[in-house]
């Protein structure tokens, strides 16, 4: 059983006025495609974090299977979101994937390689960090195996790097066939570049 915990509470402070989650792509706002892609893939459960303008994440995101969770610490960074969506998930799950929701390109065989990767090693491997990986980079989502829902949950710094970096022993590598978990939107810049047909809009 994995768990999806899609983080969707930030200001988008980089962004500007805009809140980067709400932007058009491909005829839908980032989040609802995101989450789509999320929700096809081979997860047993969607969990959305929000927080900064969370009844127009959810209003954005009616009729896909997710269920909600509101952290009302978000100003305190990504950590609060993280610790508020593995609270949220089924204490069932053998695996916790932490996603960035605000990766416009990242695609349904993508989470589902890494899902499948996780599921041929869990048995042998029960301590579990499966890391995505294009030429040599890391990138986004990260999936935990249940041993490190507690650590997660008392973790003091900001984001789970901390956590990989104390664990290396337990880190597994998976080599991706594009660069999607690699790009991310964090300013109007990267929006701009990524999407120039929707330039027209902002």
Known sequence: MISAIILAAGESRRM???????????????????????????????????????????????????????????MEGMTSSIQAGIQAASEESDGLMICLSDQPFIETFDFNRLIHEFTDLFDSESSLIIVPVFKGQRGNPVLFSRQFRDIILQHKGEGCRGIIQNHQECIREVTMENDNVLKDVDTLEDYKLFFTDQNSII
Request: a negative charge.
């Open 16 to 74: 500007g006025v805009k809140n980067k989650l709400l932007l058009p792509i491909s005829g839908e706002v980032l989040i609802r495609n995101f989450v789509k892609s999320v929700c096809a893939s081979n997860v047993s459960e969607v969990v959305v974090v929000v927080g900064h303008e969370a009844d127009k994440i959810e209003e954005v995101l009616q009729g896909q299977p997710v269920r909600f969770v509101e952290n009302i610490h978000y």
